[in-house]
Each structure stands twice: as structure tokens, then as C-alpha cells.
């Protein structure tokens, strides 16, 4: 994986659980990798600032995130930034969108493998399906909603 980690500008967002961040800042000066790395929760502003450099959303979310949609993988939807995210339920349903590349949840090979396949071939997601997740999207689809009612 290291080889290839050239292309990432930044790691952001809170640890969770029992991530070392001595050994990810001990692989990135091993490796003498540029990197920016934000181990703390962002505000809103930082997260917008993050999605939009983004070339990828790694979504690497533990098989006991079962409460709905993510946040970060909502985002990059809209954006068009395609995703690396768990094949199981709830975010497994969006692969049926066709909008990145899935692995098994809490599975660090898996994960690589993932991110290897994204590195070797890339990835285009169906942007299509963005604009639903635009806030114009957003108005449009429930006004249609709406006015199919009445």
C-alpha cells in the first residue's frame, strides 16, 4: 500500500477505538509520506473543506454502525468523489448505485484490498445519482413528492 500512498494529502477525522496513531505516524516518517493528518473531530467547516479536496472517501466503519446512512458517505455522493465503504447493511445498499468500491466490514484486508483496486483501475462513480444528494436535488425530489399528493 505504501508505494501508492503519494496520492493522499490528508487522514482526517476522530480515532475510534483502538486505532494507534503512533503507528500510523510511525508508517507515514518510515515512509517519508506527505501527509496531513487531523486525529480529532472536525468541525463542519473543516469536513466541507476536506470532502471537496477529496479523490476519495474511505469510509472504514465497524459492522456495529447499524443506525442508517453515513454522513461522510452522503457527502461525497453529492460531491461525486467516489467511495470506499463496507459491503454490509446499511451502507452496503449503496453499492446498488454504483458509486465505489466495497469491502468487508472489519476486515483490514479487505480494506486494503480495496484501496488497492481503487489505486490500480480507479474508480468512476455513477454521478447521476449525486445530484439527488445535492440540496437542490434534495428540494426537487420532495417537492415532487409533495405536489404527487395532491
Known amino acids: 500500500l505504501f508505494p501508492y500512498t503519494t496520492l493522499f494529502r ?5 480515532p475510534y477505538g483502538d486505532l494507534d496513531i503512533g503507528i500510523i505516524n510511525g508508517l507515514i516518517s518510515e515512509n517519508n509520506i506527505r501527509v496531513r493528518c487531523i486525529f480529532d473531530t472536525l468541525t463542519e467547516k473543516e469536513f466541507c473543506e476536506n470532502v471537496v479536496v477529496s479523490d476519495i472517501m474511505a469510509i472504514p466503519y465497524r459492522k456495529s ?3 442508517g446512512a453515513s454522513g461522510p458517505l452522503i457527502e461525497a455522493m453529492s460531491q461525486g468523489i467516489p467511495c470506499i465503504f463496507p459491503e454490509e447493511d446499511p451502507l452496503g445498499y449503496y453499492s446498488n448505485f454504483d458509486i465505489g468500491i466495497t469491502f468487508k466490514s472489519e476486515n483490514p484486508v479487505s480494506l486494503a484490498d ?3 483496486r481503487f489505486l490500480k483501475d480507479g474508480f468512476s462513480p455513477n454521478n447521476q445519482i449525486s445530484s439527488n444528494y445535492t440540496q437542490e436535488g434534495f428540494i426537487a425530489n420532495n417537492l415532487k413528492l409533495y405536489k404527487s399528493l395532491f
Open 10 to 14: 490528508s487522514i482526517v477525522g476522530k
Open 65 to 67: 454502525f447499524r443506525s
Open 114 to 116: 480495496a484501496i488497492r
